[in-house]
């Protein structure tokens, strides 16, 4: 009988909801698939309680892991530490929050090992902080690109998957670590890297639920309530505040993150569009660039924001000011 190839899942924790996570570790050891290793790292969180649940697993279940920070790395730091404790030929990552159905692992390595892509994700249905359902299918109802293939110019242009969908290669890895200074986001450069070398494929089925709540670092708000959140006043100057923020943390600096790790010309003329871009003050015209570097099809809604937030911001403001 072939042996079974080991998946590393790697989850990070910082002052994490008791409830939400443990509702996470008994999903991913309950996994289908048993021949995992689950190492989990800590951002030096204060709250006592995080580290005494993470201790009791650890006594429960011999494949996980643990490892305590002495200093607050951050989240993307956090993920390339423990990349480079990793040694499993395929990796998944995990959020701290949500809900893993029991075929997920299996199926995302059966997917990989059958395509021979660097990087395989999934779709998600959303759910709130008591785990009612909110959508069926979280890249549907976010009109995200499905991606899938090698050197897809969306893969740098915006970030169209979550870090918790993708299971990938260990030779993936070794390209990406360590981290260039710009990296911002472990799952928008996972996918950039990916599409550059032996690519990407999908499974259209959702493989686990993803929470959404009220301390989400990321999370599937809608226009509205990101401006509610973000809002700082109501004249034109601080909507141009907020939009240059919004593009540049959106956009801008994943983009720019993708940048370190490409020496071709075409990516820099993206980098140049957004800069145009942010600096624009009432209105820009060149409409060609937003569809060559950021349309695909089914954007739905999505395209008429975003072309009102880069090109027509004086419009865009009478949104901000009702939000």
């Keep these: 009988m072939e042996q079974e190839e080991l998946v590393d899942i790697l989850l990070t ?22 021949n995992i290793k ?15 649940v993470l201790k009791e697993y650890q006594k429960k279940d011999d494949r996980i892991y643990l490892f305590f920070q002495e ?12 990349l480079g404790v990793s040694t499993a030929e395929f990796i998944m990552f995990s959020d701290h929050d949500d809900i893993w159905y ?6 995302s390595l059966e997917k990989i090992k059958n395509t021979k892509a660097d990087l395989v994700y999934c779709d998600e249905k959303q759910v709130d902080e008591t785990g009612k359902l909110l959508n069926e299918s979280y890249l549907k109802y976010k009109n995200f690109p499905i991606i899938e293939g090698k050197e897809n110019l969306l893969c740098f242009t915006r970030s169209v998957s979550l870090g918790c969908s993708q299971i990938i290669t260990k030779s993936l890895k070794e390209k990406l670590l360590p981290f260039k200074s710009d990296v911002i986001a472990h799952d928008w450069i996972t996918m950039f890297v ?9 499974i259209e089925e959702p493989l686990f639920a993803y929470r959404l709540h009220g301390d989400n670092i990321f999370g599937g708000r809608s226009f509205k309530t990101n401006i509610k959140r ?30 370190a790790y490409t020496k071709e010309e075409k990516y820099e003329k993206i980098i140049d569009y957004y800069e145009k871009i942010m600096n624009s003050k009432y209105i820009n015209l060149n409409l060609k660039k937003y569809f060559e570097f950021l349309g695909y099809k089914n954007m739905g809604k999505r395209a008429l924001k975003e072309i009102m937030l880069f090109h027509f911001p004086i419009l865009s403001y009478f949104v901000y000011l009702v939000a």
């Design 71 to 82: 200093k607050n790395l951050g989240f993307s730091k956090n993920f390339e530490f423990l």
């Design 13 to 34: 924790t910082y002052n994490s909801n008791i409830n939400f996570l443990k509702k996470q570790i008994d999903s991913i050891l309950n996994q289908s698939y048993r």
């Design 230 to 259: 973000n809002k700082k006043g109501k004249k034109y100057k601080d909507f141009l505040g907020y939009r240059k923020n919004t593009i540049k943390k959106a956009y801008y600096n994943g983009a720019k993150m993708c940048l």
């Design 102 to 107: 029991s075929n997920k692992v299996q199926k």
């Design 38 to 52: 689950l190492y989990i790292s800590d951002d030096c969180s204060s709250e006592k309680e995080v580290i005494d």
């Design 194 to 202: 990916a599409s550059l070398n032996n690519g990407i494929s999908f």
